[in-house]
């Protein structure tokens, strides 16, 4: 084909991709999205939260976006992988002419190193025949906010902003396009390959150029990274490549100078499209703390568990002076996340506001502080913990004694009021409940004769008032018959034994109302408190492997099972998952979401060990005899 004819041809779609048609890369300080069309869609830099360079996702016009594909005129099926054991990105077109592939990956170093910051290399190759290759890059800094300058250069193009440099390293030439970015077109044949590598450098320094034999280095040094980190885990169960992806998952969203997990690296992805339960989640949740640890010592990565620890124990050195905690903060430990929104994107498919920040954080979520505890519980079998964080602990104990009581936004963080929510009640149970176990276990003083007292009112209550006989479940508040899925964790929890009738009635009320093919609702938004937004939702991911845990430890196993097995035809073609699934298995929410693949792992985990326990499936032989559940 004609160069001038290719270039004419280098259109690039003004329509959203699926949210699930998108892989992800990233260097354990930020991520890049990447779309089955090759075109990195969102990147924030320097940082997860850092304002976005390339937010394509969020605005089809006016994000920002760096692809290099086909011409929009060649015909082309996409495909996607990931280089075995890595988060190497493979990116496929295949044509009648030819099949062509890109290479994209972040290199990933224990440090920062002179001349290096936050590299994305795209590697591009013709494997068979002869392919014409389409490069636009087009940056929108500071969430499309912000002009810069464009430097080209022999070596490449130098994109300046006021805050951050971007440049952009080629192996073909490059020419500015009336939009403040660069194009180039190209053709490769067989074996032949082209390189490009974006970095953030140094306000006036000079674009570098890397020769391929730099490139080939760089991908052999990435692929041993991932390789070598992945060969820790020690899950070797059923579902293994399941759980080792969602580990890869786990590693890429974590925040190397600090050890905190990101809940997801993308903000406003909509939990019904054309809906306003847009929220940013690129902050770290008390919530998910004893999930995190917890899965991460079960497959074996005791530095990232200790580096989490860290973060979590700052943090409770940090507690306000009353002796409370904030449910949500930034992943350095920053406390102000104020909620702004972006009035100038249109959010995906439309779906406004696009927010930054998380009004959530100033909310009053009780149940964190039983999530906090079992965290540390679970830590403590691992490695002892320090005595000053004990006296936090202790204070953080005060705390929650005078304050359990009160209503609060609970674990769904609704904005509608705060309600007496059963679930925050179950947690602050198990907060006193670890904190007792973990005083005996260490021997250390405390006021156990208190704690005792309070986690017996609060067990009580629960059972007296968090119980509907009209329901014959718990509800999720005291005085409503809502069913909440959340009810789940009370046997995972052990506050209720699995086969307690009052679990198993709950568990079978929640199939009943909540579940729809193995998939679990949070709860149904005209019946649960109001949240503030009353739109409709899709099934949350993490409830539907809660379900099958909690089936598992009752000896259900077939029916475990295939849950698990159901949910799992819901992940995209890369194995990840985002916060929820619509109605026709389509992702929505933010992607990809941490909390999900956390779950998937703990409850792969019991799911296998039970199927393993001899007992275990007498037990499910017995519960077959009659209907599942019935009391």
């Known amino acids: 084909m004609a160069k001038d004819h290719l270039q004419e041809t280098c259109l690039t779609s003004k329509s959203y991709l699926p949210i699930e048609d998108y892989g992800m890369i990233g260097d354990l300080h930020t991520v890049a999205l990447i779309g089955k069309n090759g075109s990195i869609d969102w990147c924030c830099l320097p940082r997860f939260d850092s304002p976005s360079v390339f937010g394509r996702l969020l605005d089809v016009n006016k994000g920002g976006f760096f692809r290099i594909a086909p011409p929009e005129s060649i015909t082309a099926g996409h495909r996607q992988l990931y280089w075995p054991e890595t ?7 295949l044509t009648n002419d030819g099949v062509g592939q890109i290479t994209d990956f972040m290199p990933v170093y224990p440090a920062q190193r002179l001349g290096y910051q936050h590299q994305m290399i795209r590697m591009v190759k013709v494997v068979r025949g002869s392919l014409d290759f389409c490069m636009e ?8 906010r912000e002009a810069h300058e464009l430097q080209l250069s022999e070596s490449g193009a130098l994109f300046q902003s006021s805050e951050l440099a ?11 396009d009336d939009y403040g970015g660069v194009h180039a077109s190209f053709t490769l044949q067989e074996g032949e390959s082209a390189y490009f590598s974006m970095e953030c450098v140094t306000e006036g320094e000079l674009v570098i150029h890397y020769y391929p034999q730099y490139y080939e280095d760089a991908f052999l040094k990435t692929r041993s990274y ?12 059923r579902w293994r490549e399941v759980v080792r992806r969602s580990a890869l998952v786990l590693k890429l969203l974590t925040y190397a100078p600090t050890g905190a997990i990101v809940a997801a690296p993308t903000t406003s992805l909509p939990e019904t499209i054309g809906g306003a339960r847009n929220w940013d989640y690129r902050f770290t949740w008390l919530r998910d703390a004893a999930f995190t640890l917890y899965s991460l010592l079960l497959l074996g990565f005791s530095q990232e568990a200790e580096a989490f620890m860290g973060w979590l124990n ?12 904030q449910p949500i903060y930034g992943i350095d430990g920053s406390h102000d996340l104020s909620e702004h929104t972006l009035d100038h994107l249109e959010g995906y498919l439309g779906s406004s506001p696009v927010r930054i920040g998380n009004g959530a954080y100033n909310q009053k979520q009780l149940d964190i502080y039983g999530e906090l505890m079992d965290a540390i519980y679970i830590y403590n079998r691992y490695e002892d913990i320090s005595y000053d964080l004990w006296q936090n602990l202790r204070r953080l104990l005060g705390w929650l004694t005078l304050h359990w009581h009160e209503p609060d936004e609970g674990i769904w963080e609704v904005r509608g009021g705060p309600k007496p929510f059963v679930h925050s009640r179950l947690m602050s149970w198990v907060a006193f409940d670890r904190a007792i176990r973990l005083t005996r276990h260490r021997g250390w003083y405390a006021p156990l004769e208190e704690w005792l007292r309070t986690s017996g009112i609060i067990y009580e209550e629960i059972m007296r008032k968090g119980w509907s006989d009209k329901k014959g479940s718990f509800v999720q508040y005291y005085g409503s018959e809502a069913v909440d899925a959340s009810a789940l964790l ?6 209720l034994g699995a086969t307690d009738p009052r679990m198993l009635s709950t568990v079978e009320c929640i199939k009943r109302e909540l579940s729809r093919d193995s998939l679990v609702y949070r709860y149904h938004p005209e019946q649960a408190a109001d949240d503030g937004l009353r739109s409709q939702e899709g099934v949350f991911s993490p409830c539907s492997f809660w379900l099958a845990e909690a089936l598992a430890n009752a000896g259900q196993l077939e029916e475990a ?12 073609h890369l194995g990840l998952y985002a916060e929820e699934i619509g109605p026709t298995g389509e992702a929505l929410g933010n992607y990809p979401q941490a909390f999900t693949h956390l779950s998937l792992i703990t409850a792969c985990h019991t799911v296998d060990q039970a199927l393993n326990n001899p007992m275990m499936r007498y037990r499910s032989r017995e519960f077959n005899l009659f209907s599942p559940g019935r009391i």
């Open 490 to 495: 009370i046997s995972i929890t052990k506050f």
């Open 87 to 93: 988060n190497i990105l493979i990116t496929r077109f």
């Open 561 to 572: 099972r295939l849950i698990l097995e159901n949910v799992f035809t819901y992940a995209n």
């Open 226 to 237: 991932w390789q070598n980190w992945l060969s820790q885990c020690q899950y070797l169960g």
């Open 137 to 144: 890059c087009r940056p929108a800094f500071n969430y499309a």
């Open 314 to 325: 700052a943090r409770c050195h940090e507690m306000e002076e009353d002796g409370g905690l």
């Open 166 to 176: 971007l440049a952009l390293d080629a192996s073909v030439p490059l020419e500015a």
